[in-house]
């Protein structure tokens, strides 16, 4: 009988012959690509989509504004409507390191020494008052509303944020009262102009 090694030899394992050769290194081209395309997804995740992460707020000042006095803020009913809705305004106002109530209706600027303002300016920079984590930077185009808002600021509230023309701010003024878009129009003779429209906030 005869061997039936003999005459054809002794077969070569598949991964030594060249069909095997080809197909393990295109098998390690797909692997390569893959995990390229893992890390690339992997990277993207938690990408910046537009909205404030980082405010480029400054350290709040040690004094309170000219505005302000050792009296706790005072306290004004919520406006009526709906929550997420228009919201009252906009309007224009005049922003100085007196500060503006956006608690009053409608919002006013300080004249002089006043406990119930919300933000003032402490030159270029926009502060919160008291000092807390009352304003986030928009930075999506268009006007926020006011669930934006309140993400925005259940996120990325900072105390205080250096602003320019143009830049959209998302405020809440002290216990949650009112929910505000704030945008810097221009520079003004004494100040900036903002235009503000204001939300009942979550204590509402």
Same mark, same amino acid.
């Given at each position: 009988m005869t061997d039936p090694q003999q005459g054809s030899g002794r077969r070569e394992p598949f991964w030594q012959t060249m069909a095997g050769m080809l197909t393990a290194v295109a098998a390690l081209i797909t +692997? @390569?690509?893959?995990?390229?395309?893992?890390?690339? !997804? @992997?990277?993207?995740?938690?990408?910046?989509?537009?909205? !404030? %992460?980082? %405010?480029?707020?400054? =350290? &709040?000042?040690?004094? =309170? &504004?000219?505005? =302000? +006095?050792?009296?706790?803020?005072?306290?004004?009913?919520?406006?009526?409507?709906?929550?997420?809705?228009?919201?009252?305004?906009?309007?224009?106002?005049?922003? %100085?390191?007196n500060g503006v109530d956006l608690d009053a209706d409608p919002p006013k600027v300080a004249t002089g020494p006043d406990p119930s303002v919300d933000i003032y300016d402490t030159g270029n920079v926009m502060?919160?008052?008291?000092?807390?984590?009352?304003? =986030?930077?928009?930075? *999506? &185009?268009?006007?926020? *509303?006011? *669930?934006?808002?309140?993400?925005?600021?259940?996120s990325f509230a900072t105390s205080n944020s250096r602003y320019v023309k143009g830049s959209r701010y998302c405020v809440r003024t002290q216990g949650d009262l009112h929910v505000a878009a704030v945008e810097f129009v221009e520079p003004m003779s004494g100040g900036w102009k903002i235009r503000v429209t204001v939300w009942p906030g979550t204590a509402s």
């Amino acid at each position: 009988m005869t061997d039936p090694q003999q005459g054809s030899g002794r077969r070569e394992p598949f991964w030594q012959t060249m069909a095997g050769m080809l197909t393990a290194v295109a098998a390690l081209i797909t +692997a @390569i690509v893959g995990a390229a395309a893992f890390v690339h !997804q @992997i990277g993207g995740f938690g990408a910046d989509d537009g909205q !404030q %992460t980082s %405010t480029g707020a400054t =350290a &709040p000042p040690s004094t =309170a &504004p000219s505005s =302000a +006095a050792t009296a706790g803020p005072a306290v004004t009913p919520p406006r009526a409507g709906s929550l997420d809705g228009a919201g009252a305004g906009p309007y224009e106002l005049l922003f %100085t390191n007196n500060g503006v109530d956006l608690d009053a209706d409608p919002p006013k600027v300080a004249t002089g020494p006043d406990p119930s303002v919300d933000i003032y300016d402490t030159g270029n920079v926009m502060t919160s008052y008291p000092a807390w984590s009352g304003l =986030a930077k928009w930075g *999506q &185009p268009g006007a926020p *509303q006011r *669930q934006h808002c309140l993400s925005l600021l259940n996120s990325f509230a900072t105390s205080n944020s250096r602003y320019v023309k143009g830049s959209r701010y998302c405020v809440r003024t002290q216990g949650d009262l009112h929910v505000a878009a704030v945008e810097f129009v221009e520079p003004m003779s004494g100040g900036w102009k903002i235009r503000v429209t204001v939300w009942p906030g979550t204590a509402s």
